[in-house]
């Protein structure tokens, strides 16, 4: 796909990326991994989810986290790390879930020589299906997703999003991409200009074709049966849908 064969934005595409593919097992899993982290740090990822966070977990002196799709699992590094920063004292469990064993696996690894013993100590990454989660009921005081949900179709994502809602006392926060064409060749441009890893410049741009308008989040919301649910759009091109208050 290319700028002279332009996608349609009408409707969210079903083409696979290449980070679905459980098969793919090398380098080039772990590399995409790794610049993920560039992406959510200059474009707003952290920040989104920060965004929410940062205050919740202000207003509290004890959390346990669930970070769905966790990949690399640098959110909850992120998270952590913000948390021992700013709040010390603050008593904070993050349990990390993919689906993928191999990169459970890399997180686990990468969390260890990233991270002190105690701040890695704060963080449990498990395998997992997102939809299936092994939890009871009320188990986490949060569960949080980013740049997850739009890998699946709309009634996988709502059952996802039912499944995130069941474990958490306080609620949801999903952070994900907003489909659009600005969104779409500004991605495709900076991984063909910038040296970014192949899966990354292959799937990047297919993410933002797989990401949602407002009315789409609207009706997964709904589907879902979320109660009392907001979606905020953050700069450049994110959805924020959470049922938390603080």
Do not use: C
Not at 225 to 235: A, E, G, K, T
Request: net charge neutral; hydrophobic share 40%; no cysteine.
């Amino acid at each position: 796909m290319s700028y002279f064969n332009p996608p349609s934005f009408a409707v969210r595409t079903d083409r696979d990326e290449q980070m679905d593919d459980f098969s793919i097992d090398d380098q080039r899993l772990t590399d995409a991994l790794q610049q993920l982290r560039i992406v959510n740090q200059y474009l707003s990822g952290y920040s989104t989810t920060m965004s929410l966070l940062k205050p919740y977990l202000r207003s509290r002196t004890h959390t346990r986290i669930l970070d769905v799709g966790t990949g690399i699992a640098d959110f909850p590094e992120r998270i952590v790390r913000w948390a021992d920063r700013h709040l010390p004292e603050h008593q904070l469990e993050v349990v990390a879930i993919d689906a993928n064993p191999v990169t459970v696996a890399y997180a686990r690894q990468t969390l260890q020589e990233r991270l002190p013993s105690n701040l890695a100590a704060r963080i449990r990454v498990e395998t997992a299906d997102a939809l299936a989660l092994p939890y009871a009921d009320r188990s986490f005081d949060m569960a949080i997703g980013a740049m997850f949900l739009h890998h699946f179709a709309h009634e996988r994502a709502t059952e996802i999003v039912r499944s995130m809602q069941r474990v958490s006392r306080d609620g949801i926060l999903i952070n994900d991409l907003h489909r659009h064409p600005l969104a779409y060749y500004g991605i495709y441009a900076l991984t063909h200009i910038l040296p970014a890893a192949p899966m990354v410049r292959h799937d990047a741009p297919i993410s933002v074709l797989r990401g949602f308008r407002s009315p789409e989040l609207e009706s997964i919301a709904q589907a879902a049966n979320l109660p009392d649910f907001s979606i905020q759009w953050r700069f450049p091109f994110r959805w924020l849908l959470t049922t938390v208050k603080y």
